[in-house]
């Protein structure tokens, strides 16, 4: 079963738009969720991330979005810039998982020029 | 935010063979983890690695296939024992302070078993 779904494979967006990652759960017990940027042969970068207590974090051109009624967050990058094509993993942790973090399946990105 | 080592980047190995991943972090570190990324898939953790006792193994992984050391508090080994094709995947280690600070991942080690 899995906890943490990220529903669409792949997004292309322009340069300087805005885009737009989903990510959905199911485990009502988590209490922090995380986004992460993966380029091919390195290791995922941590973004951003927020506490369920909070609905909204931004930082520079990244938001996250948390809608726990919903068990759905959303990663909100703008504008949307060339380097930012890579594979986006949101996790998630808390409740009996603890610290330990479960992520969600990625969302490849290309950013046209 | 740390900075790890993982040795090697990639090895391709014959089935039947052990494959011994280091992880080097540049300052001491609590937790300590292990994933799996096969082919296509998302990360899946196979341990955490716990300094001075054993590793605690998650559903699906056992110690037999995937012994982990953890001598310290800076450095651990994951061992990918009597491979098989289905072994084939990168394997990263991590290191976390949550929940603030995230956790940093090593660049990963691409497997693969022929």
């Known amino acids: 079963d899995q906890q943490v779904k990220q529903n669409s494979p792949s997004l292309s967006v322009q340069e300087g738009r805005i885009s737009i990652l989903n990510c959905d759960y199911t485990?009502?017990?988590?209490?922090?969720f995380l986004w992460y940027k993966k380029y091919p042969a390195e290791g995922p970068t941590f973004l951003i991330s927020?506490?369920?207590?909070?609905d909204k974090n931004e930082d520079g051109r990244f938001t996250v979005f948390l809608n726990k009624s919903a068990k759905h967050l959303s990663l909100h990058i703008v504008p949307s810039q060339p380097g930012d094509s890579a594979v986006y993993f949101c996790?998630?942790?808390?409740?009996?998982?603890?610290?330990?973090?479960?992520f969600g399946g990625g969302t490849r990105v290309l950013v046209k020029p | 935010s740390a900075v790890i080592s993982q040795k090697p980047s990639r090895d391709i190995c014959q089935r039947g063979t052990s494959l011994t991943i280091q992880c080097q972090v540049d300052?001491?570190?609590?937790?300590m983890f292990w994933y799996r990324q096969q082919p296509g898939q998302s990360l899946t953790l196979i341990a955490t690695?716990?300094?001075?006792?054993?590793?605690?193994?998650e559903s699906g992984f056992v110690i037999d296939k995937f012994p982990i050391s953890r001598p310290n508090l800076t450095f651990s080994t994951l061992t990918v024992s009597n491979m098989s094709p289905e072994d084939s995947s990168i394997y990263l280690c991590?290191?976390?302070?949550?929940?603030?600070?995230?956790?940093?991942f090593g660049s990963g080690t691409r497997l693969t078993v022929v």
């Open positions: 991590s290191v976390g302070r949550p929940p603030n600070y995230g956790y940093t």
């Open positions: 996790a998630a942790s808390g409740g009996a998982a603890g610290n330990k973090l479960t």
């Open positions: 485990n009502s017990m988590f209490d922090y």
């Open positions: 927020i506490s369920s207590i909070k």
């Open positions: 300052s001491q570190v609590t937790m």
């Open positions: 690695a716990n300094q001075g006792s054993e590793a605690t193994y």
